[in-house]
């Protein structure tokens, strides 16, 4: 278990429940409402669990369905990502990068990503096909002509993404800023919306002059979704990328370690 990530075995199921049943193993990215940290048991909702890989340990699943999930409604739900098509995924080397590089190419998608030059192998192993070290190259000016891009850094490089899109192209952003489509799926206020709307109105401008496509998007728990990237494990076209797991006891420095941002893939903090 990593933060809200959970894998492990059910112990009880509710008078309702069909698709489970005690010492099934599974995993799950808790609903907002639900999520907690470290706990040995939480109680969840079944729409939002599913069973876990067969080939992969409980640690291993357990770094896996926020990654997965945030990949998949980005490239999947949201771009509609289609085979021969232009993606640039940030961060690589991070833990959304690692799943989305390896979403995109299961997609047919020709990838590019930014990292690190300790990092290029990892990535490269993932199926990227374009490497950017950010601290040699500016991506915005290596880059150019791409369909997608998934945005998981700061400003600077979110508004610098638009350079690489074609008109029509798609950038989504998992870092911000939200957007008035967000607010309202999410319930906001009307005082919150306006609060959305100012926040994200200069990169909405941006986008719309260069006839670009920008949303927001906030991962939400599903369990159907989660299931189909069990298929994708399963068969060979996801793994996971891991980079230490710590014992319970020593969570403070996990979270230490996590904290420096240069772990590679997921952090696991094994409860038991």
Known sequence: MLGNDVAGVVVRVGAN?????????????????RIGTFAECIAMDEADVAMKPNNLTMQEAASIPLVALTAWQVLVE???????????????????????????????????TTTSAANIPLVKSLG?????????????????????????????????SLRVLKPGGTLISISGPPDPDFARQSGSGWLLRQVMRLLSFGIRRKSKRRGISYSFLFMRANGGQLGKITSLIEAGAIRPV????????????????????RARGKVVVAVQ
Not at 17 to 33: H, L
Not at 88 to 109: M, P, R, Y
Request: proline share 3%; no cysteine.
């Open 17 to 33: 429940v069909r698709r489970f049943k005690p010492g099934d193993e599974v995993y799950a990215r808790p609903a907002q409402d």
């Open 78 to 112: 949201r771009a509609k990502l289609q085979k021969g098509q232009r993606v640039l995924i940030h961060a690589g080397s991070g833990g959304v990068g690692t799943i989305a590089i390896q979403l995109a190419k299961h997609l047919g998608a020709y990838v590019a």
């Open 128 to 160: 990227a096909d374009v490497v950017v070290d950010y601290r040699k190259d500016a991506f915005e000016k290596v880059l150019q002509g791409y369909d997608v891009v998934l945005n998981s850094l700061g400003k600077d490089t979110l508004e610098k």
């Open 242 to 261: 891991i980079d230490r797991v710590f014992p319970f006891e020593k969570t403070n420095e996990a979270l230490d370690y996590v904290g420096t941002g």
